[in-house]
Nanobody, 127 residues
Framework: QLQLVESGGGLVQPGGSLRLSCAASGFTLDYYVIAWFRQAPGKEREGVSCISSSEGRTYYADSVKGRFTISRDNAKNTVYLQMSDLKPEDTAVYYC????????????????????WGKGTLVTVSS
């Protein structure tokens, strides 16, 4: 059974850091584009970051550029999202998703091209 499982969410103070993990089972992440999305209450889902499988090229939403870093550890079949300098507006459920192509769809941030989705992990940034 193909599955993505997110972990690492929690409560953190503004300015703090968290590292989210996206672990795959039933398939090998090496050959997939992996993306992180988030959805805050009452807001639309937002594409946060994406990493290609072919060159490991990374993409970031302007709202997180310079604060978030996406990386992959193929040996552990896991993709990470390191989040630093967190702000209250980063509060959301964070989801990872996988696309079977080597490079992301041009509209990946809308969820286009994603074949598999995790169930999400909640990140709350509050003092």
């Amino acid at each position: 059974q193909l599955q993505l499982v997110e972990s690492g969410g929690g409560l953190v103070q503004p300015g703090g850091s968290l590292r989210l993990s996206c672990a795959a089972s039933g398939f090998t992440l090496d050959y997939y584009v992996i993306a992180w999305f988030r959805q805050a209450p009452g807001k639309e889902r937002e594409g946060v970051s994406c990493i290609s499988s072919s060159e490991g090229r990374t993409y970031y939403a302007d709202s997180v550029k310079g604060r978030f870093t996406i990386s992959r550890d193929n040996a552990k079949n896991t993709v990470y999202l390191q989040m630093s300098d967190l702000k209250p507006e980063d509060t959301a459920v964070y989801y990872c998703a996988a696309d079977k192509r080597p490079r992301p769809h041009s509209r990946w941030s809308t969820g286009a091209g994603m074949d598999y989705w995790g169930k999400g992990t909640l990140v709350t940034v509050s003092s």
